[in-house]
Every structure is written in C-alpha cells, then in structure tokens.
C-alpha cells in the first residue's frame, strides 16, 4: 500500500530531512511513525502524499510512483487518502458541513450525495449534530473529529496523520486513536505521526521509528522482547522519543 | 451536470469575494469603469461624427463655377455634358444673383462684401448632385478633369475633398482614443490582477488545504477567474450606466456646442453596448488569469 524505497529528501544548504528510508506499510495496516522533533515525520508523511518530492528513491502509494507523479494528477492521488493534521486546517469560514462536503462537491456530486455523504461521515465521528457550526464554534476535539470526517469523507483507502492529538487533551486524544482504530477495523490503511510514547505502547501496533532522518526501527512494541524481528526497536523507540 | 454545479459553484464563490472585500473590489471595478466609460464616450463621439459625415458624403455637390458672360448655350452644353455619367441625381442651375443672395443670407455679418459692385460678384455655377454609393472614382475624376477642361468652366469645387480630409482626421481621432483606451484597458486588467492576487493570498492558507484534499487547479482558480470575470463586467456594466445618464440627463442641459451635438446625435447601438461590457469582462478574466498563472496561488 504504501512502499518507501532507500528514500531521501535534501533540502538546498545540505539539510537532510530523510536519510535513505525503505519501508512498507502493507493494505489495511496500523502503523505509527514517532520520533522527536526534527526527526523527518511530517517530511515522511508530506512525501506520501505528495507535497513534497524525494530528493532520492522510489514511492509507490496504492501503485501510484508517487515520486514520477505528474503535477496535474496529484489532485487524483490525494482523492485516495486521508490526511489529518495537528491544527486541523479546516476552512474557518465554511460550516462543518462544507469543510466535510468540500471534496464531494470537487467530485461532482449532486447536493442530495454531498449531504448524505458529509451526514453519514459527521455521523460516524459523532458529530452529526453539529452540520451547521462554524470550526471556530468547536473545541479542540470536535474540531479534529471534522478534520477526520473530512479526510473519511470519500472513503480512502490510506488515512495519514500527522501528531493529530498533538493540540488535545488526553481524553479526547484516546478519542481520537478509537477512531483511528474503528477506521482501521473498517479496512483503511492508517499512518499515524505522534510522539506520544503512552498511546504507542498502549494500543500496540507497528512502530516505524525515525531519528535525525534515519529509520532507528521498525516493529511492534508488545511482541519486542519475543521477536527477533523487533530487536531494538523499544530502544530505538526510547531514544527516538528521549525516553 | 458536474460542469454546471462546478460553474455555480464558482459563481457562488465569486460573488461570496466580491461581497466579503468589497471596499477593493469596488477600486477593480472603478478603475475599469472609468477606462471603458472614456472608451464608451470616445466610441459615442466618433460613431456620432461618422454618421455625420457620412451624411454630409450623401450630401455632396460638386459645384461647376461658370465663367463670367457665357452664352446660354454654352451653358446648356455643360449642363448636358454634367448629366451624363449614371451617378448624376440632378444639376441645378444657380444664377450670379441666387448666389449673391445665398451669400447674403448664410453670411448676414458680412453681406456688405457683395453690396455696390457694378456687376454681380459671385459667378453663376452649376450645382451637380450624385449618388455615392453608385460612384466609380477613377471614371468620376475623368470625368471631373474632363469638365475642368470645358471653356465654360472657370472653376470646380468637389465636396468630396472636405469630406475626405475630415474622415481621414476621424480615423486618426479615433486611432489616438482606441490607444488610450487600450491603455487604460491595460491599467485596469492589471489593478484586477493585483486584487485577484491579493485575494487568493487571503485565501492562501484555504487554498492548501483545497489542495490537500484533491482539489484540481481548475476547481481551487475558478472561483477567482470569475471573480474577475464578474468585476470586468460590473465595470462595463458602470460605464455603459453613467454613459447613459451623462446621455439622458447631463446631455439636455450641456451648452450647444459642436462637440455636444455631435455626442447628443444617437446613444451607442446594441452591439456596440455589449461590446463595452465584453471589453470589461475580458479585461477582469485576463486579469484574473494573469494573475494566478504563478503555481505558488
């Protein structure tokens, strides 16, 4: 689903935000990227969806090369995925159910789909009351619960995140990761950016674990001490996060 | 059905622009206001004044002066030889009297000029009229040579001549106000280029999260482009509304002046209408265009 192939990205003076990373995150997979500040996740994640471009390597998301990807047809890889971000970015002065019908309208759906689209959406993230509020109406979770209806709207195949509970609280972050996870149930690949060590170790999936642009690790924190697979991952994982 | 939710959609957005940054949209929409309502005036002008002379063309004589003491049948001869090409309409004989008292009667100031000669001091002429649209120019200035060469003629005043130079001075007239206008038309595409850009970096933040969610370039520019497109012909639309009150209510009571009368003659015709508003909402479109064509918008 989603293939990193000895990937790097460097940006002009020499910095190197990624390092020659090759990893896999397979259909219908939960996977999490951490790593402290400055460590290349947002530049990872930006890579597959195709705001940025690799310096090196190949990008195969959904079959797509996503390096080669001519510019006019990026919109069209876009539509297969989520992207969730830390401040939400959602357009403040369009009403909840505009931020979540926007790309049903981009689509050319007739109104009577858009609305059931964004309706059935908002309903899953509990929020179908809440149609004709403005974001700024909302807390903080609320606000991120639209960014995510806005991102399942279309059904994606692949749904990216990058530290989406970085600006919550702790209950409505562990909100936010059953979501993920209830989307994940439903068969959609989730990569989640978070440097939030407790949430990694408590829901226990995957861990791609990135340092100063290099991949430290990469396995699962539950089964670390009996596969040998795992080996050093929890201590990459400590250092990546300085824990 | 996609094409027209997406146009509506555009439309909605548009208008939803203009509404929320009014106070600089009215400056966009000014500025081409007054370049099309100069164009407007210039295009009233001119077309008022070429319907004038066009209608002094259909008008035009050619006068045959005769010299002084001709015989009658000299001057019967001439009249027979001036009726002969198929575009003479009529000539009418003037005699040295009927001059004098045109003369008197056109220029009463100065009448005295014609008083106290022993004889008449204007000459008798023939007065020859024609058809323009039936005119062929080189046999009409053969034939016009032909009738200088006549010994009963002593001179040949051709209207044509007038009327040609004043034609020639209207292109030019015209030439000088279609660059001005070109000109003007410019400015305003340009100062709707910097609105339109200014909005969309407004929007900048919007339109990267339009484009993180698929959006084409088409659908996240549209909006702007008609925005442009609505503020060139709200512009036209200004110009072509003041034209006409200056033409229905100031037009009344300006001074009679040559330059009133020839503006008071007609108002601009349909095409000529829809041709001001068209200018305008090219204008906005190209500015819009212009204006977005970088890829950071």
């Known amino acids: 689903m989603i293939h990193f192939?000895?990937?790097?990205?460097?940006?002009?003076?020499?910095?190197?935000?990624?390092?020659?990373?090759?990893?896999?995150?397979e259909r219908g997979e939960f996977a999490f990227l951490t790593g402290p500040s400055g460590a290349g996740k947002t530049t990872l994640l930006r890579l597959i969806f195709r705001q940025e471009v690799p310096t090196s390597g190949q990008i195969l998301v959904n079959g797509r090369n996503v390096a080669s990807l001519p510019r006019r047809k990026v919109p069209f890889l876009r539509r297969t995925m989520g992207v969730v971000f830390q401040d939400f970015r959602l357009i403040p002065r369009k009403t909840v159910f505009e931020n979540v019908s926007y790309l049903p309208r981009v689509l050319g759906f007739d109104g009577q789909r858009q609305k059931r689209l964004a309706y059935e959406t908002l309903r899953r993230v509990g929020l179908a009351h809440r149609l004709k509020a403005f974001p700024l109406e909302?807390?903080?979770?609320?606000?991120?619960?639209?960014a995510i209806a806005r991102a399942l709207v279309n059904q994606p195949e692949i749904l990216v995140a990058d530290?989406?509970?970085?600006?919550?609280?702790?209950?409505?972050?562990?909100?936010?990761?059953e979501l993920f996870l209830e989307i994940n149930r439903r068969g959609t690949t989730v990569l989640v950016a978070t440097h939030d060590t407790r949430v990694i170790e408590r829901l226990n999936r995957r861990v791609l674990a990135l340092r100063a642009g290099r991949m430290l690790g990469d396995g699962d924190t539950a089964s670390s001490d009996s596969s040998a697979q795992l080996a050093g991952v929890e201590p990459a994982l400590s250092e990546a996060v300085g824990g | 059905m996609a094409l027209h939710r997406a146009l509506s959609y555009f439309v909605r957005e548009a208008a939803l622009n203009l509404a929320r940054s009014w106070k600089i949209s009215l400056i966009a929409v000014s500025t081409i206001g007054v370049s099309l309502f100069i164009g407007g005036a210039l295009l009233l002008l001119t077309s008022n004044l070429e319907r004038l002379v066009s209608d002094w063309r259909n008008q035009a004589k050619v006068i045959v002066y005769l010299r002084a003491g001709m015989p009658a049948r000299a001057e019967g001869e001439l009249a027979a030889l001036l009726r002969q090409p198929a575009w003479v309409t009529g000539v009418e004989p003037v005699s040295a009297a009927?001059?004098?008292?045109?003369?008197?009667?056109?220029?009463?100031?100065?009448?005295?000029?014609?008083?106290?000669w022993g004889e008449e001091p204007l000459p008798a002429s023939l007065e020859v009229a024609f058809d323009p649209g039936r005119v062929d120019g080189a046999a009409f200035d053969t034939w016009l040579q032909r009738v200088r060469a006549q010994p009963a003629v002593g001179m040949v005043d051709d209207d044509r001549d007038w009327v040609r130079q004043l034609q020639s001075a209207l292109q030019v007239v015209g030439a000088l106000g279609l660059?001005?206008?070109?000109?003007?038309?410019?400015?305003?595409?340009?100062?709707?280029?910097?609105v339109i850009r200014l909005t969309a970096y407004?929007?900048?933040?919007?339109?990267?999260i339009m484009r993180l969610v698929g959006a084409t370039e088409l659908f996240i520019r549209g909006p702007f482009y008609v925005e442009g497109l609505l503020q060139g012909v709200l512009g036209g639309g200004m110009a072509l509304a003041t034209l006409y009150f200056g033409y229905v209510v100031l037009m009344p009571h300006a001074p009679r002046t040559w330059l009133a009368g020839a503006l008071a003659g007609a108002f601009l015709p349909a095409r000529d209408q829809v041709l001001l508003v068209a200018l305008g909402a090219t204008a906005g479109l190209v500015g819009a265009v212009v204006s977005l064509r970088r890829e950071d918008v």
Do not use: C, W
């Not at chain 1, 003076?13 to 896999?24: E, M, N, T």
């Not at chain 2, 008292?101 to 100065?110: K, T």
């Not at chain 2, 206008?181 to 340009?190: D, I, M, W």
């Open chain 2, 179 to 194: 660059a001005l206008v070109a000109v003007l038309l410019v400015a305003a595409t340009f100062t709707i280029a910097s």
């Open chain 2, 98 to 116: 009927e001059a004098r008292r045109r003369f008197e009667r056109y220029f009463p100031s100065v009448a005295d000029l014609v008083h106290g």
């Open chain 1, 138 to 146: 909302l807390s903080g979770g609320e606000q991120q619960r639209v």
């Open chain 2, 202 to 208: 407004l929007y900048r933040d919007e339109i990267g």
């Open chain 1, 5 to 25: 192939y000895r990937v790097s990205k460097h940006y002009p003076g020499g910095h190197r935000a990624l390092d020659d990373i090759s990893f896999q995150v």
């Open chain 1, 163 to 177: 530290e989406p509970t970085g600006n919550l609280d702790p209950e409505m972050a562990r909100e936010i990761f």
